[in-house]
Nanobody, 126 residues
């Protein structure tokens, strides 16, 4: 069964850090791009960052550049999103998604990913 499972969300104070994990089962990430998205109620799901598990190319939206770091551990079949200097506006449900392709992931929209996790909630509040 092809599956993505996110973990690592929680409540954190502004300025704090969290590391989200996205573990794949039923397939290997080697020839996939993996994206992190987030969504708040009433708004569309927005892309945050993505990585090519093939060559390690990464992309970040401007809102998180310099604060978030995406990485992949091909041995553990897991993608991580390290989030530093968190702000209240980072509060959302975070989803990871995977799509089999080996080119750059920058610019890929949510509708181009066909395997999704169930989401993990991140709340940034004092």
């Amino acid at each position: 069964q092809v599956q993505l499972v996110e973990s690592g969300g929680g409540l954190v104070q502004p300025g704090g850090s969290l590391r989200l994990s996205c573990t794949a089962s039923g397939f290997t990430l080697d020839y996939y791009v993996i994206g992190w998205f987030r969504q708040v109620p009433g708004k569309e799901r927005e892309g945050v960052s993505c990585i090519s598990a093939t060559d390690g190319n990464t992309h970040y939206v401007d809102l998180v550049k310099g604060r978030f770091t995406i990485s992949v551990d091909n041995v553990k079949n897991t993608v991580y999103l390290l989030m530093n200097s968190l702000k209240p506006e980072d509060t959302a449900v975070y989803y990871c998604a995977a799509e089999k392709r080996t080119d750059r992931c920058a610019g890929m929209g949510a509708n181009e990913y066909h395997t999704w996790g169930q989401g993990t909630r991140v709340t940034v509040s004092s």
